[in-house]
Each structure stands twice: as C-alpha cells, then as structure tokens.
C-alpha cells in the first residue's frame, strides 16, 4: 500500500510535482505532502547561476579574435514549469544564442572598436538572451566580456606599434625640453651680455667722475695749475699704482717699458686717449 508522504523544498528552490506522469503543480520552499498518486519529478535552484563561453570570429579588419563571456541566469520561480520541460540542456541552448549573438556583432567591428565597444557586445548578448530565454523560464541577469584575446602574432604587432608610438613621443618630447633649453640660455647669455656692457658703462662713467672730482679738488688746492696738468698727474699716478700691484702679486710676468722721457710721454698720451674713448662711449 502506498502511502503519502511528506518532504521539504529547501530555501531557493522549487519542486515540480507530478500527478500520474503529468505536472501537477509547483511547490516553494518548506513542507510539501506528496499523496500516493504524485511524485517529486524535480527540484530547480532559484539562485543565480553563471556559465562562460569562448566564441571565436573574426573582426572588420580581419583578425582573429577570442572572446570570454560570461552569463548569469537564474530559474524564473513563476515559470520554473517551463524551465523544466520546455528545455532539456538550458546551458547549452544559452550558449548557442552567445555565439549566434557574437558572431553576428563582432565581425562589424574592427580589433580597435572590440576593445572600445565590450559593454556594448555584453549588452548586445544580453538582451538577445534575455527575450529569447524568458519564454523559456530562465531570466538572464546579466552579460559580461571578460576578456578578448586576438591571435599572438596580433598582439605582438599590437605592442610593438604601440611601443613606437611612445618612442616617437618620448623623442618628441625630448627635442622640444631641448629647445626650451636652448632658448633659455640664449636668452641666458644675451642678458648677460647687456648686463656686462651696463657694467663696463657704469664703471667707466664712475671713472670719469672721479677724474673730474679730483681735478676740480686739485685745482682748488694748487693755484694756477691746469687740467691737463691734474689729469697727467693723476693717470700717472694711477698708472704706477697698476704697475706696483701687478708687481706684487705671486706669479707675475716681467714688463717691459720704455723708461725715458719720451716713453712716457707716449705712455701718457695713451692712457689719456683711452680715458677720451671711454668717456665717449660712456656718453653715447
């Protein structure tokens, strides 16, 4: 004699009872009675699931591609009926609609724009799944691209146009820091020149001053001296002092001067001359 019986559908999942070899109804989680004439055909997980598929095509621009999808899906819990006898193998009916999807979208695509455009395959599987499959009773939660994997040949080509690419802009990037540097220093020197001729200007300016001051003082002091007198004396002087300190100092080479009248006679008319100069340039 047969007797009923009962039994337990675990939390996340569905039973699917039959009565006489026909479906009787769809219990949920908790205690289940099964009378004599039902019988427990199945029991379907509600809890989201994932598989992933290699699709291998070919792009726009002819390269040879791999792509990893990777699907979730779950059991409708409404329509776990015809999750259990509509399809005999669910992954592999998934699977097929991913190639058939892929297949279809990738090779509109050139290697670049696959790269670019992973969401928009993803979505493209996605809702072609999603329409397909829910008559089904599997909802599709989600598609992803984990990864895209071109032909090793591909790859290298990839890396090496990527590493000139780099080279041209690091050398890019060089010359142009060389000729920032380039530039900085002339502009460098250029002020230094102009620098260099403001000094020399304002020294020989204060030279010229302190000539005047001292013929003025010396006229003051020494009655009916003139100023060609003051200044012969003071160049001399001056001239003399140079002579003593190049003299005095370590490693001096010896000079040679004319030491008579006319000598210095010259030696003046020189100096004097180099004096008129400098006040002229100091001037202009």
């Known amino acids: 004699m047969?007797?009923?019986?009962?039994?337990?559908?675990?939390q996340k999942q569905v039973a699917i009872i039959e009565a006489f070899g026909r479906f009787d109804k769809i219990v949920n989680a908790g205690p289940c009675l099964v009378l004599p004439w039902q019988s427990v055909a199945s029991r379907l997980s509600l809890k989201v699931q994932?598989?992933?598929?290699?699709?291998?095509?070919?792009?726009?621009?002819?390269?040879?591609?791999?792509?990893?999808?990777?699907?979730q899906y779950s059991v409708i819990p409404a329509r776990a009926k015809e999750a259990y006898y509509?399809?005999?193998?669910?992954?592999?009916?998934?699977?097929?609609?991913?190639?058939?999807e892929v297949r279809s979208t990738v090779p509109n695509m050139k290697l670049d724009e696959v790269f670019r455009n992973k969401d928009k395959i993803a979505d493209a599987v996605k809702e072609n799944l999603r329409e397909t499959m829910e008559k089904y009773g599997y909802g599709i939660i989600g598609a992803l691209v984990n990864d895209i994997d071109p032909d090793e040949r591909v790859k290298a080509a990839m890396n090496e146009i990527n590493a000139a690419q780099r080279m041209r802009k690091a050398a890019e990037e060089k010359g142009e820091a060389e000729k920032i540097l380039m530039v900085k220093?002339?502009?460098?020197?250029?002020?230094?020149?102009?620098?260099?001729?403001?000094?020399?200007?304002?020294?020989r300016k204060a030279i010229v001053?302190?000539?005047?001051?001292?013929?003025?003082?010396?006229?003051e002091g020494v009655a009916g001296i003139t100023t060609e007198d003051v200044l012969q004396i003071i160049l001399m002087t001056q001239y003399f002092d140079?002579?003593?300190?190049v003299g005095g100092r370590a490693g001096a080479s010896t000079i040679l001067l004319p030491h008579s009248p006319?000598?210095?006679?010259?030696?003046?008319?020189?100096?004097?001359?180099?004096?008129?100069?400098?006040e002229k340039a100091t001037k202009d």
């Open 2 to 10: 047969i007797i009923p019986y009962f039994t337990v559908v675990r």
């Open 86 to 100: 509509e399809l005999a193998n669910p992954i592999q009916q998934i699977e097929s609609y991913v190639f058939d």
């Open 262 to 278: 006319g000598g210095l006679d010259s030696i003046m008319d020189q100096l004097r001359n180099a004096v008129m100069v400098g």
């Open 50 to 71: 994932e598989m992933q598929v290699t699709v291998e095509t070919k792009t726009l621009d002819d390269v040879f591609v791999k792509l990893l999808i990777a699907v």
């Open 185 to 203: 220093k002339a502009e460098a020197e250029a002020e230094s020149v102009i620098l260099q001729g403001q000094g020399i200007a304002g020294q």
């Open 209 to 219: 001053d302190g000539l005047r001051e001292s013929v003025e003082e010396f006229q």
């Open 242 to 245: 140079m002579l003593k300190e």
